[in-house]
């Protein structure tokens, strides 16, 4: 399975950026998918996951939307309002059960980075 994201850029504070992130792969189901992000020594931290329902970190509650399409293997993240502590490299993260192999686990893309000026 491989995970193509993009959207990401440099916007300034205040302004919108839209990413999107494709998967391709001998993919049986999609069992959920999300967003995360990671800024320079900072851990990897959940932004948001769609599965049944979407779930949104603290920091981006009302200010980002998750979508996805899993008919067309998408995830997508709309974010508004942004902030400079936003600044950071985003990746998507698909958890798929696949035919070949035949297993269930989570993938990544490569990630965008998007950086916020005040």
Same mark, same amino acid.
């Given at each position: 399975v491989q995970l193509q994201a993009s959207g990401g850029g440099l916007v300034q504070?205040?302004?919108s950026l839209r990413l999107s992130c494709v998967a391709s792969?001998?993919?049986e189901?999609?069992?959920y998918m999300g967003w995360y992000r990671q800024a320079p020594g900072m851990q990897r931290e959940l932004v948001a996951v769609i599965s049944d329902g979407a779930n949104y970190?603290?920091?981006?509650?009302g200010r980002f939307t998750i979508s996805a399409d899993t008919a067309k293997k998408m995830v997508y993240l709309?974010?508004?309002r942004?902030? @400079?502590e936003d600044t950071s490299v985003y990746y998507c993260n698909v958890n798929a059960a696949t035919w070949v @192999?035949?297993?269930v686990k989570d993938y990544w893309g490569q990630g965008t980075?998007?950086?916020v000026s005040s």
């Open positions: 504070a205040g302004g792969g001998t993919i189901r999609i069992n970190a603290d920091s981006v509650k709309q974010m508004n942004l902030k @400079p @192999p035949r297993t980075q998007v950086t």
